[in-house]
C-alpha cells in the first residue's frame, strides 16, 4: 500500500498566524484611511456646490449691475433671480444630502465588515499560534533539548583526564 506524505502542517498553522495578524492589521488601519478619503469627498464636494452657488450669484449681479436699465428690472427681476438661486442650492443640497446619505450607509457597512476581519484575524492568529505551539514547536523544542543534553554527555566523556595523578 501506498503511503500518502503528510501535509507540512507547521507551514500551514504559520500561514494562519501570519495571516491572522495582516488581517488585524488591515482591520485597523483600514477604515481609518478610508475615512480619510471619505472626509475629503465630503470637504471637495461641499466647496464645489458652494462655489457653483457663488459664481451664479456673482453672474446675476454682475448682469444686473452691467444693465442700463437695471433700477427698473431689478424691483422685477431681482427677486425672480433669488427664487431660482435658492431653488438651484435647495436641489443641489438635497442631491448632495442624499449622496452623503447613500456613502453614509456604504461606510457602515464597510465599518462592520473591517470590524469583524479585524476580530477574524485575531482569532486566526491565535489559533495559527496555538497550533502550532501546541502540535509542532514543543516537540522540536524537546527534540532540540534531547540533542544538546546527547551532546553534552558525548562531549563529557571525551574530554581527556586532567586529575593529577600521584
Known amino acids: 500500500m501506498i503511503s500518502l506524505p503528510t ?13 491572522g495578524i495582516v488581517l488585524f492589521i488591515v482591520g485597523l488601519t ?8 471619505e472626509l475629503e469627498w465630503y470637504w471637495q464636494t461641499f466647496d464645489a456646490i458652494s462655489g457653483r452657488m457663488n459664481d451664479r450669484a456673482v453672474f ?3 448682469m444686473l449691475q452691467a444693465d442700463p436699465t437695471a433700477p427698473q ?4 427681476l ?4 433669488m427664487d431660482a438661486l435658492d431653488s438651484l442650492q435647495a436641489k443641489e443640497l438635497g442631491n448632495f444630502q442624499k449622496k452623503c446619505d447613500e456613502r ?3 461606510r457602515t457597512w464597510r465599518s462592520n465588515a473591517l470590524g469583524w476581519t ?8 491565535i489559533a495559527g499560534f496555538a497550533l502550532w505551539w501546541l502540535r509542532v514547536q514543543r516537540y522540536q523544542d524537546e527534540l532540540l533539548r534531547v540533542q544538546f543534553q546527547k ?3 558525548e562531549l563529557m566523556a571525551n574530554l581527556p583526564d586532567t586529575s593529577p595523578h600521584c
Open 7 to 19: 501535509p507540512p502542517t507547521d507551514n500551514l498553522y504559520k500561514f494562519m498566524a501570519i495571516a
Open 60 to 62: 446675476f449681479t454682475k
Open 151 to 153: 551532546a553534552r554527555l
Open 78 to 81: 431681482g427677486p425672480k433671480v
Open 73 to 76: 428690472a431689478m424691483d422685477w
Open 104 to 106: 453614509e450607509v456604504m
Open 118 to 125: 479585524k476580530w477574524g484575524g485575531v482569532v486566526l492568529a
Open 30 to 37: 483600514l477604515p481609518w484611511i478610508l475615512d480619510q478619503r
